[in-house]
């Protein structure tokens, strides 16, 4: 099974690719050399990842053809949204019906559908993100997967359970080797088409061997590559853009400086910020986003993190719960209802970037099973699966028994295409022309 979709080139405008996905036109940006009109393309995250050649795409996509229009059917009937005034609370009728038209919503609007309390309301709420979200990607998903490298970190965030807080944590860094040949298997075996590679804040890598890394990847598995390495400085990030990285997961945590302050005791937002702004102005897609429960963290500062996030242009939002871990310093709070969070996804998709997309983290999938399905239905498509070797899975411990952590990849690929699949959704992520 493979979650990426080919598609055939018909224009080429400079480094712009048109490329259509059975009558659908979507654009790419190309940094591929000998790209033609006609070529057989993936893309993933608005890049043209590798070409691929006409016998081998013919042959994916006769087994997708028929499947491409069921889903897109199967997803249009459940994101059909009727907004009845009868039926409706009228003030949550006239904010959800304006937000139906992608009119602006007041911050007033905003702060009450994230403080919604009644189930049918907030159910309402839901299927108006959905709406949206089909409205502005149809039925596309697209699904990264995450190497997690080393869980070495010189930072000490409160929450965090690989900071230096956790002094019994076996620490483990993988060498460039392994590293290849995870991201080989994740590729190549896989069919994966975007590659995170994350790490805690490790200077046990120097900035050439990431380099190295970011660049082998590139020469011999085509994939879209993000990096997490944390506060790495603009020199970094931009060596490692030059290296072939485009995308960078970076999390501002909480817009709150002294929330921020609170939870970071030695960290400043300012650099934090200064990092997520320079890559973009780099080139870098972002991805960004923060916890959502941090002890003290109020609905006015989880409103102000989704306008940061968009002030900061993010191509993904990703907003996750705070999961207590026990060796460190939060280790007493609880974590919010995994419906607190989706309600955060739900109103990115409504008040955020209309192209951007919204992921569903594995620390919401760890405080519900039906997490990732009730968020795919409330605005969210993107999801992340995990790709690191087993064998050091479960020191990479930010909090405790995360979702997935002992499944394998095929176990993960089975399980998120049979979900995909009854929600209607294809593993496509380009933008309609
Ligand atoms: N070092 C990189 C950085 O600073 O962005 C990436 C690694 S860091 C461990 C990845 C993310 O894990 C953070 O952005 C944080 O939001 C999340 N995280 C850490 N501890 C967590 C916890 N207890 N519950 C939920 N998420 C957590």
Not at 76 to 84: E, F, V, Y
Not at 233 to 244: D, M, P, R, S, T
Not at 301 to 324: C, H, Q, T, V, W
Request: hydrophobic share 40%; aromatic share 8%; proline share 4%.
């Amino acid at each position: 099974m493979c979650y990426a979709i080919p598609g055939k080139v018909e224009k080429i405008e400079n480094n712009t690719v048109t490329v259509d996905y059975f009558g659908e036109k979507r654009k790419a940006h190309n940094e591929l050399s000998r790209i033609a009109i006609g070529d057989y393309i993936y893309a993933q995250g608005g890049f043209v990842v590798s070409k691929i050649s006409p016998s081998e795409a013919q042959t994916i996509l006769s087994v997708w053809k028929e499947t491409f229009f069921q889903l897109q059917e199967v997803d249009l009937k459940l994101s059909r949204l009727q907004l009845n005034d009868k039926n409706t609370d009228k003030k949550l009728f006239g904010i959800l019906d304006k937000a139906s038209q992608s009119r602006e919503l007041s911050r007033q609007e905003l702060l009450s559908l994230l403080e919604l309390k009644d189930k049918p309301k907030i159910e309402l709420f839901f299927k108006t993100a959905n709406f949206l979200r089909q409205k502005y990607h149809k039925n596309s998903c697209c699904v990264h997967g995450i190497i997690e490298i080393s869980n070495y970190c010189c930072r000490g965030c409160q929450y965090c359970g690989i900071s230096y807080h956790n002094k019994k944590l076996k620490r483990y860094r993988m060498a460039k080797d392994e590293i290849l040949q995870a991201a080989k298997e994740a590729v190549e075996v896989y069919g994966f088409k975007s590659l995170v590679l994350q790490s805690g804040e490790d200077p046990g890598y120097s900035i050439e061997e990431l380099t190295d890394i970011v660049k082998q990847i590139k020469e011999k598995f085509p994939a879209l590559i993000f990096i997490s390495f944390g506060e790495i400085g603009v020199e970094g990030l931009e060596k490692l853009y030059q290296a072939g990285a485009r995308g960078l997961l970076m999390r501002f945590e909480t817009s709150n400086p002294q929330l921020y302050q609170k939870v970071h005791p030695e960290m400043s937002l300012e650099n934090r910020l200064l990092h997520l702004r320079k890559a973009y102005a780099m080139g870098y897609l972002i991805l960004t986003g923060g916890l959502i429960g941090l002890p003290g963290q109020s609905s006015e500062d989880i409103l102000n993190d989704l306008f940061l996030a968009k002030e900061l242009r993010a191509e993904m939002y990703s907003f996750g719960p705070f999961i207590p871990h026990p060796a460190t310093p939060f280790s007493n709070h609880k974590p919010v209802p995994a419906e607190e969070v989706i309600k955060v996804l739900a109103l990115a998709r409504i008040m955020g970037d209309n192209n951007a997309k919204i992921l569903v983290t594995s620390a919401l999938e760890t405080l519900s099973r039906e997490a990732a399905k009730n968020s795919l239905l409330a605005g969210a498509n993107s999801l992340m699966l995990n790709v690191t070797p087993l064998s050091y899975r479960p020191f990479y411990s930010i909090y405790p028994d995360r979702a997935h952590q002992s499944e394998d990849i095929s176990a993960q690929i089975e399980s998120t295409v049979s979900l995909l699949r009854s929600l209607g959704r294809a593993p496509t992520d380009l933008e309609a022309v």
